[in-house]
């Protein structure tokens, strides 16, 4: 990411970008089990009916799926400004 103007850089092997943090790995692997989980409720509710009684388990896991995934979002998008920070200026 070039810290000026926030826009994503190709990572080179070696570089500054290569080990962000293990706090940001956790959180994006989090994000995206938590995105792979809302997909597939999502896909199973769209073929639910209103009046199926399996709607009411689905859409609570879904709550939760999306609670989980709030939950790790804003702490990444933190931890990303901080490995930016840490990012010499160009």
């Keep these: 990411m070039n810290k000026t103007t926030r826009q994503p850089m190709a990572a080179v092997k070696d570089s500054f970008l290569t080990p962000s943090s293990p706090l940001l790995d956790n959180h ?31 859409e609570g896991r879904l709550y939760g799926a999306l609670t989980h995934l709030d939950h790790h979002v804003k702490p990444a998008i933190k931890e990303w400004d901080h490995v930016v920070d840490r990012m010499p200026e160009e």
């Design 28 to 58: 994006f692997n989090e994000i995206k089990e938590a995105s792979e989980e809302i997909l597939g409720l999502v896909a199973i509710l769209k073929t639910l009916s209103p009046t199926d009684p399996k709607r009411d388990e689905c």
